[in-house]
């Protein structure tokens, strides 16, 4: 089995990984994602866990956020950080928006477009989400994959609450001016 860690890296131009660097400082930085360290073997003494964009919403919809967090806390090293983009949709709940923009990269041939669904429950308290992904074919695009879940619309203070449940410190939220990433990305910091 391999080890999560050995082979990590912070991948360059990821606003979470910059982020990340920014607080720790200069230098070489473990970084695995949240997924990993709730897997087997678990990871210890990481310098940053990583929280992609819908991953949250997703875990306190399964119920397995304050777990998912707690383990998080546990693979850092004191003074390591979780770093996390989160949507904040809880405006959004009373007016049920269908989907967001269409996200592009890539130029020419090299193109894709990932366009998200949302079909929001009747309380306006959870959505379920479908990614698909498209790529220019030939002669026309075709869908490479799609994804569904289902998320629970966290407020704000709801992060907060969560991160500091699970022992963190220094809980702070950026903006995306702040930090770069299209949605609020939360720093929070593992305790000595």
């Known amino acids: 089995m391999t080890d999560p860690v050995a082979d990590v890296v912070p991948v360059p131009d990821d606003p979470l990984s910059e982020v990340a660097a920014a607080v720790l400082g200069a230098g070489e930085h473990q970084v695995v994602d949240l997924l990993d360290v709730v897997g087997e073997p678990a990871p210890s003494g990481v310098d940053v866990v990583r929280a992609g964009d819908d991953l949250l919403p997703r875990l306190a919809h399964e119920n397995a956020l304050s777990r998912a967090l707690a383990l998080a806390r546990r693979a850092l ?14 405006r959004l709940g009373r007016l049920r928006p269908t989907a ?35 790529v220019r074919g030939e002669t026309s695009w075709e869908v490479v994959n799609t994804v569904a879940t289902r998320h629970r619309v966290l407020t704000a203070e709801q992060i907060s609450d969560e991160l500091t449940g699970a ?6 939220r950026l903006s995306p001016a702040e930090c770069g990433h299209p949605l609020p990305v939360w720093v929070a910091v593992a305790p000595a």
């Open 77 to 90: 090293r004191p003074g390591g950080l979780l770093v996390a983009a989160v949507p904040e949709l809880d």
């Open 100 to 134: 967001p923009p269409p996200r592009v990269s890539g130029r020419g041939p090299g193109r894709q477009v990932t366009v998200q669904l949302w079909d929001w429950a009747a309380d306006g308290e959870s959505y379920a989400l479908e990614v698909v992904r498209l």
């Open 167 to 172: 022992g963190f410190g220094a809980v702070q």
